[in-house]
């Protein structure tokens, strides 16, 4: 990439990163051209879809998520590890309004911006949840899929504004029910 269309490209993200902390995934199109002083066509010329703007807003984030599963992967306790990726998710979450809604949609659909981004989430979730599984501390009846649907469906709830000061006790009751074992695993009641 030219100089300069790499400057023009790392103004737009900077410029869509304050529009969407603004107002969510519902961002304008329109609005983050205007407000980075191009046309939309020069926005659409970068990215040709809403989903291709959020995975290059999102790629640096997810990346650093999966990488942290990675480093879940290796510690010594399985249970602890699955409990603090679901804390991570989240976080992560809650850091990025709208997002569960585009990555859920995108999970099964090897067409969208976001499919890869999601694809290394969920892969690095059910090896996470296999894990703790060959351990015998979580439970054997679900899979990949149930977990990413599970935590999707936390993420999803965390963004609505009457849910999120109970995100630390939805992580403590969806937890509870994945893991076999919760009181000597090191899930304490949360307070709501």
Not at 4 to 13: F, P, Q, T, V
Not at 16 to 25: F, K, L, Q, S
Request: net charge negative.
């Amino acid at each position: 990439m030219r100089a300069d269309a790499k400057k023009n490209y790392s103004h737009l993200l900077a410029v869509a990163r304050e529009v969407v902390t603004e107002h969510g995934v519902d961002a304008s199109m329109r609005d983050i051209a205007r407000r980075a002083g191009v046309g939309l066509a020069t926005l659409l010329r970068h990215f040709p879809t809403r989903e291709a703007l959020f995975e290059a807003l999102l790629r640096t984030n997810l990346d650093a998520l999966t990488q942290r599963a990675g480093e879940l992967e290796t510690s010594d306790a399985p249970d602890e590890a699955l409990l603090s990726w679901f804390r991570e998710w989240v976080a992560f979450a809650e850091s990025h309004q709208g997002v569960v809604a585009l990555m859920a949609a995108a999970h099964t659909n090897p067409d969208s911006a976001l499919y890869a981004s999601c694809a290394a989430v969920h892969s690095a979730s059910a090896r996470l949840l296999l894990r703790a599984q060959t351990e015998g501390t979580a439970r054997s009846d679900m899979n990949g899929d149930d977990l990413f649907g599970l935590m999707s469906a936390l993420g999803w709830l965390v963004d609505l504004p009457s849910f999120a000061p109970r995100a630390n006790h939805l992580v403590h009751i969806i937890a509870s029910a994945i893991l076999t074992n919760p009181a000597s695993n090191g899930i304490r009641k949360a307070t709501c």
